[in-house]
C-alpha cells in the first residue's frame, strides 16, 4: 500500500467535501452542524493556500482518502509563528497510516516555513486523537471545559502544541 502525498488542487475538492461532510455529521472532528456546500469548502481551502499556507492530499490507488491543512492560530500580529493544523482521513481509511504521513509532511513544511509551535484542538471525546499526537511529541497543554455543544452534550476541547525545532 503506497500513500502518495501531493498539493491540494481544485479537482480535490468533492473528495474533501465528503470526508469534510461525513465528520459533521457523525463525530465531534469538527463542531460545525451543518454540511457544507461544495462553493464553501472550496473557498475555505483557497483561502488557507492564498494566505501561503498548505493543504495537501493523500491518495491511495489514485483515491483522495485524506489531507491536511495549517493556518494561523490567531489572528494578531505576533501569533505569526504558531499554527492550527487538521488532518482528517476518510472514515473508510483509518489505521492504515494515512494520517501519519500527512501530520510528518504537515510538520516538515511548517519547520521549512520557520514557524516555531503547532497546535492541535482535538475534542476531549476523541482519545485515539490525543494519542496519535503524542506520538509526534505534542503536549496537551489545556482543556477548556464545555466548549462546544453538539449532539445534545458539551464538548470539551484540549489544546496540544508541538514546538517546532
Do not use: C
Not at 463542531?31 to 493543504?55: A, G, H, M, W
Amino acid at each position: 500500500m503506497k500513500i502518495s502525498l501531493r498539493p491540494y488542487q481544485t479537482e480535490d475538492t468533492q473528495a474533501i467535501l465528503e470526508i469534510i461532510n461525513y465528520n459533521i455529521l457523525n463525530s465531534t472532528a469538527l463542531y460545525d452542524y451543518n454540511v457544507r456546500s461544495y462553493e464553501q469548502q472550496k473557498n475555505i481551502l483557497e483561502e488557507k493556500i492564498n494566505k501561503n499556507f498548505p493543504v495537501i492530499v493523500a491518495e491511495l490507488n489514485g483515491k483522495v482518502v485524506g489531507f491536511g491543512m495549517y493556518s494561523e492560530f490567531r489572528f494578531r500580529e505576533a501569533y505569526k509563528f504558531t499554527v492550527e493544523h487538521s488532518v482528517y482521513v476518510d472514515h473508510e481509511y483509518h489505521g492504515k497510516g494515512i494520517g501519519k504521513v500527512l501530520l510528518q509532511e504537515l510538520i516538515r513544511i511548517a519547520k521549512a516555513q520557520n514557524l516555531h509551535t503547532m497546535i492541535a484542538v482535538i475534542d476531549a471525546e476523541n482519545e485515539s486523537s490525543v494519542e496519535f499526537h503524542e506520538k509526534f511529541g505534542f503536549k496537551i497543554v489545556g482543556v477548556i471545559k464545555e466548549s462546544g455543544y453538539k449532539f445534545d452534550r458539551w464538548l470539551h476541547s484540549v489544546f496540544m502544541q508541538l514546538i517546532l525545532e
